[in-house]
């Protein structure tokens, strides 16, 4: 045992040592890239150093607690005015010396989960020279892109790099908003020194059409001269050779053309002992961009008078790659004015950036300067490996003809804003020899643990999960740990949104036209199929052999046998409600095996879909942007602008708020976490996290006896959430508790401990798109699901929304994805589909930056946010037409989320006198739908909602259909 513990620790201690010296390798290369963090989230910049124009409240939301991934106090600074266009707030970092700025990072305020308030977007100002800059892009806007949530960090790169020495963050909004603002500011000393510099105007239209002007020059622009500023000559970045060739937009490289030679003068902080400057040019001889052919250096001390050092110095042509580095010796001059006089060689001369190294001057130098020493010396360093006189950073970094941007900085700089004293090394020594023998002593201490205690841990472990216990893992949410969403989709996203948005417009307003592609209606088909209205009973039950090894299983194992004959014991005997219940040829879908196959296909695919839903793109932006949908952004800006959001709920797309009332509010029992099991992490909302869980002795909502194992649903809450959120989650739950009805999944239970979670029903063969799929691929050659049986399962989803009706609760987001199915293949409508990741692709994120169903929505619904019993009876005719096409693609898979945008405003056009010819398209007959239903599903597809028929007219509709 000694030999195992002493063995581990010389392991260990070598490898900390490694450790050690790579990061400090790592901290190198960072550091030479000029990309630090300069110590907002560190603490390195102390509170006094930053300050706000207003904060809400100054010790909860003051500037102080704007510290990027820290939750200090309220959580983020908060200026105390909305933001609108009309209402300037700042928060101002002071970083005492000057910096060279390269990146930016910026968070919303999460506050614990309490928080919704986030910048969406910001300017930046930066102070240099007794006066204060706006910081613009390459392409000239000053607006930059903010945060689309309140907890992901958006960092942004800036192209264009500025030196300061405090900055300015500036939240904006078009539109009257809440904002809260977390920052952390990127960069590294300037130890440039360069104070102003002056050039001639660079050219507008340069080689290949680009312009080669200095974009970010913050100085003055008088007689075809720049003076008084810094800008891209000084910024650290090295342009490629190929970045002007094609482009119109501004670049990372400064340019003239037709001069016979160019003065650039630059002006020091101080005097200063100058050793040599490289100058990094383009090199392409067919745009006519080649290397200058000789330089002069000219040295001042009060810019008035100034001696040559060497004379001219000539560079012989010899470049072979697009880019060179030409280094000039200065032979130890002092001065504080440098002037470079450059000769032209061809047309262009273009020149990225001027790099000096220097020291400070001796104060005991004579004003005489010091004799020249030759006069034809030159260094001319080509960029390529073989060249022994090149810079080695910019060896490096041309080796391999790179074409991203680099920061190259003097390596002997100081990166942080306000460093750390000498003292501190030795902390960290010592503080790093502590944590290598706290490891030592934690390594053997599990290691006696695993020798003497494995059956221990093996059955802790059983009862380990989500609601188990205060320290059960998967509750404490690290948001450090978050997963980055795709490009649209981001699953926290919901209706939370439209709580914080109002009186906000939806999109951002484009000129809109009336033009477009032309679209007809889809005539219906007349395809007839052969219905087989016959439906034999089939037993629907078998029993699980493998109950015994089921409850030895540990808590994260995958469980292949759900349903065991104790399950079994408690299930309602169920009447056929119709002749056509039972389906030909299914399957026996009560084996536990089918939930086993299901997850690992799951897996494999991006969507709970077969294949056929990859033949379009539905979160990819179409190249050929229709007008029509730019018309149809003007109408959500509008018309949004123009009415208040009605109730919402964070926990449910269910407007209950709307139908129930309180007097109707039931009770609900109260379960502890140890009867939960988690089974699969479904997503999260805004509220916390979903989960499919195993439940154990919870009565059942439909028979009312209680069952031992049945599949639920779990809404858990974030740890730690404020009270004002848990009495609204109490509140929701007691009146979702009022819905009840056998086609509707209804809450079963509520969670007692923290965190607090609710329990609902779920289906034992998962929803109606994954019961569809999983059949074709788990059962036999013969499974087939008959008119009888789909016309069956619309028809229960009639009746749980007629119920819905009646209750006067729009569901919002009705969809074959929230019908669950039984074992009895009875079908419940549900609400779970919004908060289930596996479904992200299905949704649109609107402007609001809430996840909606835009596919299966009516028009007045996505442009106007009328969401009704009424927009209910058009998501159901798409949901039917899902159910009778298998549920094998998605609504509109031809079209992409912005050409449905767009066919949501030409309805919107023909109710208001629009252009007639530019008709609306609407989806066509499936081959099993027969054509009476169709014509009602068209019909639920009224322009006028009052025309649509109610879900009760439907219902008692699909039921004479079934008899005929």
Not at 192 to 220: A, K, M
Not at 616 to 637: C, M, Q, R
Not at 709 to 722: A, D, E, H, P
Not at 831 to 838: E, I, Q
Request: glycine share 6%.
């Amino acid at each position: 045992m000694a030999q195992v513990v002493f063995f581990l620790g010389a392991l260990l201690l070598a490898s900390s040592w490694l450790l050690v010296l790579t990061l400090e390798e790592q901290t190198k290369n960072v550091f030479g890239h000029c990309i630090l963090p300069l110590g907002m989230e560190e603490g390195k910049i102390p509170d006094d150093a930053i300050t706000a124009s207003s904060s809400y409240e100054m010790k909860s939301v003051g500037p102080q607690n704007a510290r990027i991934r820290q939750e200090k106090n309220g959580g983020a600074w908060c200026p105390k005015a909305q933001i609108s266009s009309d209402i300037r707030e700042y928060l101002e970092v002071d970083l005492t010396r000057d910096h060279l700025i390269t990146w930016t990072e910026t968070q919303g305020r999460f506050g614990n989960g309490e928080g919704q308030e986030y910048a969406e977007a910001f300017f930046l100002e930066y102070w240099r020279d007794f006066k204060w800059h706006s910081y613009k892009n390459l392409r000239g806007d000053r607006v930059l892109r903010g945060n689309s949530n309140t907890y992901l960090v958006e960092r942004q790169k800036l192209d264009l790099p500025f030196v300061a020495s405090r900055v300015r963050f500036v939240p904006y909004s078009q539109h009257p908003r809440t904002v809260c603002m977390r920052v952390e500011i990127y960069g590294c000393a300037w130890e440039q020194n360069v104070v102003r510099y002056t050039i001639p105007v660079g050219e507008t239209y340069g080689p290949g059409g680009s312009n080669v002007e200095d974009s970010s020059y913050d100085g003055l622009e008088a007689n075809g001269t720049l003076s008084g500023g810094l800008g891209q000559l000084t910024d650290n970045v090295l342009a490629d050779g190929f970045e002007f060739i094609g482009s119109a937009h501004a670049n990372n490289w400064v340019g003239w053309s037709r001069r016979s030679q160019v003065e650039l003068l630059f002006e020091f902080k101080e005097e200063r002992e100058f050793h040599n400057c490289s100058l990094h040019v383009a090199h392409v001889p067919r745009k006519e961009v080649e290397v200058f052919s000789a330089i002069e250096a000219h040295f001042s001390r009060d810019g008035r008078e100034y001696h040559a050092s060497s004379g001219k110095i000539d560079i012989v042509n010899g470049f072979s790659s697009t880019t060179a580095t030409v280094s000039v010796p200065l032979q130890l001059k002092i001065g504080k004015f440098v002037k470079l006089v450059v000769h032209t060689r061809s047309k262009w001369l273009l020149i990225s950036e001027v790099t000096f190294y220097s020291v400070a001057g001796l104060s005991n130098v004579t004003n005489e300067l010091r004799p020249e020493l030759n006069n034809n010396v030159a260094m001319m360093e080509h960029v390529n490996e073989t060249d022994a006189l090149l810079i080695p950073e910019e060896r490096n970094r041309t080796r391999n003809e790179k074409s991203d941007t680099t920061y190259p900085t003097n390596p002997n700089l100081t990166p942080d804003a306000f460093p750390i004293g000498n003292s501190q090394t030795y902390i960290g020594l010592i503080s790093g020899v502590l944590t290598v023998v706290a490891i030592l002593a934690t390594c053997t201490t599990v290691f006696l643990m695993k020798q003497r205690g494995r059956n221990k841990i093996a059955l802790l472990q059983k009862h380990t999960a989500l609601l188990c216990g205060p320290t059960a893992p998967g509750i404490t949410i690290n948001m450090k740990d978050i997963k980055l969403p795709g490009p649209i989709v981001c699953n926290s996203l919901s209706q939370a949104r439209l709580k914080s948005a109002k009186a906000k417009g939806g999109f951002v307003s484009v000129l809109g036209a009336n033009g477009g592609s032309t679209m007809t209606a889809a005539a219906a088909t007349d395809a007839s199929a052969s219905v087989n209205d016959d439906c034999d009973s089939s037993t629907l039950r078998s029993s699980d052999k493998g109950s015994d090894q089921y409850e030895q299983c540990s808590t994260y194992e995958k469980t292949y046998k759900l349903f065991s004959e104790e399950n079994l014991a408690y299930e309602p005997i169920m009447g056929k409600p119709d002749r056509f219940s039972s389906c030909i040829g299914i399957a026996d879908y009560s084996n536990g095996n089918i939930y086993h196959e299901d997850k690992s296909t799951e897996r494999i695919l991006p969507s709970s879909f077969s294949l056929k839903r990859h033949s379009h793109n539905v979160n990819k932006s179409n190249h050929k942007v229709h007008e029509g949908y730019y018309a149809a952004t003007d109408i959500l800006t509008i018309k949004r602008r123009e009415q208040q959001h009605t109730s919402t709920s964070l926990f449910t797309p269910l407007r209950i708020q709307e139908g129930v009332q309180l007097s109707s509010i039931y009770n609900i029992q109260q379960v502890s976490r140890h009867r939960l099991r988690i089974l699969d992490k479904f997503g999260e909302g805004s509220f916390g996290l979903v989960y499919l869980c195993e439940a154990k002795g919870i009565q059942s909502p439909d028979l009312g006896t209680i069952r031992n194992k049945q599949i639920v649903i779990v809404r858990s809450l974030w740890r730690g959430v404020t009270d004002s959120l848990k009495k609204d989650f109490m509140k929701d739950m007691h009146l979702l508790a009022a819905i009840r009805d056998p086609n509707v999944a209804r809450i079963m239970a509520l969670v007692e401990e923290e965190p607090m979670g609710a329990v609902f029903e779920y289906g034992e063969l998962g929803d109606l798109p994954t019961f569809m799929k999983t059949g074709n691929e788990n059962s036999n050659d013969d499974f087939t699901l008959s008119y009888g049986c789909l016309l069956n399962f619309v028809t229960q989803i009639a009746s749980g929304m007629k119920y819905l009706e009646s209750m006067k609760i729009p569901h919002c987001d009705l969809a074959a994805r929230n019908c669950i199915v039984n074992k009895n293949l009875v079908i419940k409508v549900s609400d779970h589909a919004l908060y289930c990741s596996k479904y992200d692709q299905e949704y649109y994120v609107n402007g609001y930056y809430a996840k909606i169903p835009l596919r299966w929505m009516s028009w007045e619904a996505v442009l106007m946010n009328k969401c009704t019993s009424e927009s209910d009876v058009w998501s159901f005719a798409v949901t039917a037409w899902e159910i009778f096409g298998s549920c094998s693609e998605l609504p509109f898979a031809e079209l992409t989320s912005e050409q449905v945008l767009e066919n949501c405003s030409r309805w919107y056009q023909s109710v208001n006198g629009g252009n007639q010819q530019q008709l609306p398209r609407v989806l066509t007959q499936p081959s099993l739908c027969p054509r009476e239903l169709y014509r009602v599903m068209s019909k639920c597809w009224s322009r006028r909602a009052e025309d649509r028929p109610t879900f009760h007219d439907i219902h008692l509709f699909l039921k004479r259909l079934a008899f005929d």
